[in-house]
Nanobody
Framework: QVQLVESGGGLVQAGGSLRLSCVAS????????MAWYRQAPGKQREFVTRITSGGSTTSADSVKGRFTISRNNAKKTVYLQMNSLKPEDTAVYYCNTYYAGVDYWGQGTQVTVSS
């Protein structure tokens, strides 16, 4: 059983920053690709960014240059540093990993960006 627990969301003004964390209870965390997705009200969940076990990253065009994903394997934690936040970044942010043929998701953390 894999558990993902996100934290760090909140209310911030446009142009501000937030750092999200996701702690994973998964064995061999260091070998797992980790990702962040988000879902805005009335919209489908969308990919934000991912990081491989080797540290390579991929991000959606909408967040490139503003959001940075990183990981600390010793702490089994993945981070999402979000800078220059915009109102359109408002969403519930979810941590994701794929393990033994199953997609796992955290409970989500709300990020609200006011204009």
């Amino acid at each position: 059983q894999v558990q993902l627990v996100e934290s760090g969301g909140g209310l911030v003004q446009a142009g501000g920053s937030l750092r999200l964390s996701c702690v994973a209870s998964v064995t061999i965390f260091s070998t797992k690709m980790m990702a962040w997705y988000r879902q805005a009200p009335g919209k489908q969940r969308e990919f934000v960014t991912r990081i491989t076990s080797g540290g390579s990253t991929t991000s959606a065009d909408s967040v490139k240059g503003r959001f940075t994903i990183s990981r600390n394997n010793a702490k089994k934690t993945v981070y999402l540093q979000m800078n220059s936040l915009k109102p359109e970044d408002t969403a519930v942010y979810y941590c994701n990993t794929y393990y033994a043929g199953v997609d796992y998701w955290g409970q989500g953390t709300q990020v609200t960006v006011s204009s």
